[in-house]
């Protein structure tokens, strides 16, 4: 009877250890396949944005060739367009990666705030800016090399700069800047001086941005050193540990803070996102979907279709379902919040920042969870 039992537990035992080793490789391998699925999100967002960026760089050639009012609002609505893919992929920041490491291009591609007296004339100035600098060089390599030099809104490049080209200071309470289509015009009737000057610098700005959104597509390219080592088999929490902190760092101290909690304590038009275009809300919930994309590993596609596969949340589901579903619930506190901001986001800051306040605190307590769920699932931070 002793052997029998001593064998009996004996199998037990076995049993519950083959058990344990099982779910233990199911959860590895679950790690690796959110992680994959997060490489694919972020690659998929990045050849959006350049492939958008594409069709905005056509409409600035066209538009500068033969300037007219019906281009310059094909040049807009590119604008518009590209911003959709690109505020999606702020959530890949803050980690090291390809758009913010050393040799990173995210300073020539979306810094912010920008004074554009550095750039063109402005109100009280008609003849300020590079633009107006008659002698000075406009290039990419000239635009490189002036900016953020006097200081880190001098800005140069990026999709605002661009914007700024295109709708010029926003006066108006109630709409954007209205920069108007004959600041290009050469050869007579054009308004502001040295229209030409502009059209290179506009152009000069929109081949720039495809040069460094192509360098982030040549980074995160399967075959790249960097998802290579990312999606490492022995890096997977290491690699976890990475997008949480991102995700973390991006939610709280950039998206809630210095996009909206900064705008609402000074009240200044300046420090809104996209100050020129009054695109601000739509920026915010952009960004927020680059947020809810990394988790959730989806993509929607400017085309219209869809990417999915394991993520994040799915992990979590399998370690800690009470904690994954409080983190379900705090995205969608935060996503019903940030709709709710009311636009143009630079008069809501002035009149009533209260949809705004409670954003930042939906999209904080955001942060705090995913740091628990980061955790939870063995992420490295």
Not at 112 to 125: A, T
Not at 224 to 249: D, I, R
Not at 273 to 295: A, R
Request: charged content about 20%; glycine content about 8%.
């Amino acid at each position: 009877m002793k052997n029998f039992t001593t064998l009996l537990f004996a199998l037990v035992t076995t049993s519950l250890f083959v058990a344990c080793g099982e779910k233990g490789d199911e959860t590895e391998s679950l790690k690796k396949e959110a992680l994959k699925q997060y490489a694919k999100v972020v690659l998929t967002s990045y050849e959006d944005s350049y492939n958008t960026a594409l069709v905005l760089k056509q409409a600035i050639d066209a538009f500068v060739a033969n300037p007219t009012d019906a281009g310059f609002q094909a040049c807009k609505d590119a604008w518009f367009a590209c911003r959709v893919p690109y505020n999606q992929t702020d959530a890949f920041r803050f980690y090291g990666g390809p758009i913010d490491d050393a040799d990173g291009p995210e300073g020539l591609l979306n810094a912010w705030p920008l004074d554009e007296s550095f750039v063109d004339y402005v109100q009280g100035n008609a003849t300020g800016g590079y633009i107006n600098a008659v002698g000075q060089p406009i290039s990419k390599q000239a635009l490189i090399a002036q900016n953020e030099v006097a200081g880190e809104t001098a800005i140069f490049t990026g999709y605002h700069a661009i914007e700024f080209l295109l709708w010029g200071q926003d006066q108006s309470t109630s709409g954007p800047g209205a920069r108007p289509y004959t600041d290009y015009v050469t050869g007579g009737g054009g308004t502001a001086a040295n229209q030409d000057r502009r059209g290179q610098f506009l152009k000069a700005a929109a081949d720039l941005l495809l040069d460094n959104l192509t360098q982030l597509l040549d980074e995160w390219h399967p075959d790249a050193a960097y998802p290579q080592e990312f999606l490492n088999s022995n890096t997977a929490n290491a690699s976890m540990g990475l997008v949480f902190t991102g995700l973390k760092e991006f939610t709280k101290a950039e998206l809630a803070g210095e996009r909206m909690e900064v705008a609402v304590q000074t009240k200044d038009q300046e420090d809104e996102h996209s100050c020129f275009s009054d695109n601000t809300t739509n920026d915010l919930k952009m960004n927020f979907l680059g947020v809810k994309n990394s988790y959730f590993g989806t993509y929607k596609k400017v085309d219209g279709t869809t990417i999915s596969g394991s993520s994040f949340n799915d992990l979590a589901e399998e370690i800690d379902p009470a904690k994954a579903e409080a983190v379900r619930a705090a995205f969608l506190d935060a996503e019903a919040k940030l709709n709710a901001i009311p636009a143009p986001f630079d008069q809501t800051i002035v009149n009533n920042p209260a949809p705004v306040n409670a954003a930042v605190d939906a999209l904080n307590t955001l942060s705090d969870l995913l740091v628990e769920i980061g955790h939870a699932v063995g992420a490295e931070f």
